[in-house]
């Protein structure tokens, strides 16, 4: 969704909500994650005093394998996001985002904003026990010889 942005800049006090989906067809150019729908993304773009703030919050369903026993699963996200809006900078500052010709890419920034904030390991639950590092049981199912034999066996 292509936000324009001009009236926003320019009038002190304007606000507009935003209610929008970012479709799979767009999802699926994102590596290494399986989205099951569409990312929900619901906020406003307001102009107080002069600076433009975007606030939104992202909901969503991944497709998910478990790092430690390799199980698939589905789990939902939700996060929420806030930024101030430029149409220009002097100098680098990752603070704000640039909206060049008044507008912004809302697909765009939401995506990067989800991946920078996705977990860097996926367990299909906090207690996770993993497969057995010698023959590959699943130790969530319940213990194999070796765990039984020698604790000292990690998984």
């Known amino acids: 969704m292509i936000l324009q942005l001009k009236e926003l800049f320019e009038i002190d006090g304007e606000s507009r909500d935003i209610s929008c989906e970012i479709p799979l067809s767009y999802l699926a150019e994102v590596n290494s994650y399986d989205f099951s729908e569409p990312v929900k993304v619901r906020g406003r773009v307001f102009n107080r005093a002069g600076v433009v703030t975007l606030e939104y919050d992202c909901e969503f369903t991944l497709d998910q394998t478990c790092d430690r026993c ?3 699963f589905k789990r939902e996200y939700g996060y929420s996001f806030e930024h101030i809006l430029v ?3 002097n100098n680098d500052n990752d603070e704000y985002v640039v909206c060049l010709n008044n507008t912004l890419d809302l697909n765009e920034l939401a995506v990067s904003d989800i991946l920078l904030n996705l977990p860097t390991k996926t367990l299909c639950r906090q207690d996770c026990r993993g497969l057995c590092c010698v023959c590959g049981a699943d130790l969530n199912e319940g213990d194999c ?11």
Request: hydrophobic share 25%; net charge positive; glycine share 0%.
């Open 145 to 155: 010889e070796h765990t039984r034999s020698d604790s000292s066996i990690i998984s």
């Open 70 to 72: 390799l199980k698939e």
């Open 87 to 89: 149409r220009r900078l």
